[in-house]
């Protein structure tokens, strides 16, 4: 009829092409679908299973060359995490990909989170990006008398996003790593 909307008539159209199909059809390409979807999911589940292998060898692999190189623990906890976490994005959306999902809209929507939180913390990774500069080359160590920023002290403890001194008298001194590997150490 007339009266229907687009989604209405379509459904009625399909109900009569299913209604006028002989059952042995009908069943054939019901049992073709499920089989067809059947492959793509032991595919995903293939690829997932290879895939999270995978990850596992490179995280064991990662930790050997940082226990070789003595690399400082919070750094190789870092990269580990890092590493880690973005194959396992990877992984996923390949494995969504193999099902049959459009996986371009999800790709375009981490990367719009990523830089959302790029962006908000933007001071913090200012820090973290100095700390891994500070722990990698070493301008200094705890122990050390150090001047910047305009304190002067001895060096406390040196972490991934700040380094705390002790001054002459006893006053404990946080400095954000960012600026420290920015300016200028005496």
Known sequence: PDSLNPVQ???V???EKIANTPTNEL????LSNVISFGLKVLIALLIYLVGGWLIKRIKKILTRVFTRRNTDAAIASFVQSI???ALTIILIIVTVGALGVDTTSFA???AGGGMAIGMALN???QNFAGGIMILVFRPFKAGDFIEAQGFSGTVKEVTIVSTTLVTVDNRNIIIPNGALSNGTIN
Do not use: D, N, R
């Open 9 to 11: 008539s379509e459904i």
């Open 13 to 15: 159209s399909v109900a």
């Open 27 to 30: 069943f054939g390409e019901l």
């Open 83 to 85: 590493v880690s976490i």
């Open 108 to 110: 375009a929507l981490l």
């Open 123 to 125: 001071g913090t990774v």
